[in-house]
DNA sequence: TGCAATGATTCTAT
DNA sequence: ATAGAATCATTGCA
């Protein structure tokens, strides 16, 4: 009886369900806010998740195969441990009888020894399951650290981000509606717009030097459309050349003025 | 291969 | 919540 209760443990979820709820975890794609939610476990994954939600579909299925096949894995080796297990039970169960042709063996002692022999093969699955935990862990530390996979922007979408950043440079900070219409120009993300102005802002103050070519450029550029536009909106269509961007007219973005000031960075360097 | 550029994250202060 | 600052990890060029 103790036995077979043993064994009904085992094939049971008791120690397999941390391991179950560590997946599901993992697997939950929705990641909706604070939920009442089961444990605190899921809580954590739920709001360590909630910062990037990018679907980037391709690797989440490769990290739902890799995950799988840590769980197959898992899950052979299980049943492996598992049939060693029985035959090894079998096998001094088999000896125990043949003994107890020469002397008298009590079913306490067949017992016990049974008891012993499950409570080894336990722990050694005890290992496998914590192994697998920690393969689970790692692989979702590495699916979640988006650093490691990431890729350089188009030129395209920098060429518009700093067009943007550079023409608003007396205040770069778009609001959620710019942000959006600038995602949607550059195929990318609202919050990678907000990284970018975020490293933008903080890599210009820090070196304005560095960035003058830049600027000057991305200002001459959007001169010219200036120029362009006001042109086209007074139908004053004259045999000008469009390669000669004037200064001084009143039609300017008032951003470029900001190009040679130190308005938006006082820096200190100490 | 070393190094600067760059996108993303984390931490702190407001 | 958000910006700034520091830092991490990868990319791409000389």
Excluded at 35 to 44: F, I, L, M, P, Q
Excluded at 125 to 142: D, G, N, W, Y
Aim: net charge positive.
């Amino acid at each position: 009886v103790l036995c077979l209760s043993i064994r009904g443990v085992q094939e049971e979820d008791p120690p397999d369900a941390q391991l179950m709820r560590l997946d599901n975890m993992l697997l939950a794609e929705g990641v909706a806010g604070p939920e009442k939610g089961g444990g605190a476990a899921v809580a954590a994954a739920a709001a360590a998740a909630a910062g990037s939600i990018t679907d980037n579909s391709i690797e989440h299925s490769d990290y739902r195969a890799k995950l799988t096949q840590i769980r197959q894995i898992y899950h052979t080796e299980l049943e492996k441990y598992e049939q060693a297990c029985n035959e090894f039970t079998t096998h001094v169960m088999n000896l125990l009888r043949e003994q107890s042709r020469t002397r008298p063996i009590s079913p306490k002692e067949i017992e016990r020894m049974v008891n012993i022999i499950h409570r080894k093969f336990s722990s050694i699955q005890m290992q496998l399951k914590q192994s697998t935990c920690e393969a689970v862990m790692i692989l979702r530390s590495r699916f979640l650290d988006a650093r490691r996979k990431r890729r350089n922007f188009s030129k395209q979408a920098t060429e518009i981000l700093n067009e943007y950043f550079y023409s608003h440079l007396s205040n770069p900070y778009p609001s959620e509606e710019a942000k959006e219409e600038l995602a949607k120009k550059c195929s990318i993300t609202v919050s990678q717009v907000s990284n970018w102005f975020g490293n933008k802002r903080i890599r210009y103050k820090k070196n304005i030097g560095k960035f003058q070519e830049e600027a000057n450029l991305y200002a001459a550029k959007t001169a010219v459309t200036a120029t362009q536009a006001v042109a086209a909106a007074v139908h004053n269509s004259q045999d000008n050349s469009p390669s000669t961007p004037n200064t001084g007219r009143p039609g300017y973005p008032i951003d470029i003025l900001y190009l040679c000031t130190d308005y938006f960075s006082p820096v200190d360097p100490h």
